[in-house]
């Protein structure tokens, strides 16, 4: 499984932005999509969860800021983040999970800052 991640840049505190992840390849229909991130100087955490079900799972720091959702035809994820705050910024990553197999996209960058 290929993911390509999209939508990173730089936005100001209060601003939002979408994150997009599209998954290409051998994908089984049930499967748990994840976005990641890590700030710099810290650890990999993660921000959200999504399992093929649409059952939604959210780090306490993002919860009521972000939201995680798919569109299975097209093998999309998506990460909704709206009232940014400079904590946010990080290098955010999404995750192919099935079973045993997992997939990582390249990541992108987004930063928040005035």
């Known amino acids: 499984v290929q993911l390509q991640a999209s939508g990173g840049g730089l936005v100001q505190p209060g601003g939002s932005l979408r994150l997009s992840c599209a998954a290409s390849?051998?994908?089984?229909?049930?499967?748990?999509m994840n976005w990641y991130r890590q700030a710099p100087g810290k650890q990999l955490e993660l921000v959200a969860r999504i399992t093929s079900g649409g059952s939604t799972n959210y780090a306490d720091s993002v919860k009521g800021r972000f939201t995680i959702s798919r569109d299975n035809a097209k093998n999309t994820v998506y990460l909704q983040m709206n009232s940014l705050k400079p904590e946010d910024t990080a290098v955010y990553y999404c995750k192919y999970v099935r079973g045993m197999v997992t997939s990582w996209g390249q990541g992108t960058l987004v930063t928040v800052s005035s």
């Open positions: 390849g051998s994908i089984f229909s049930i499967n748990t």
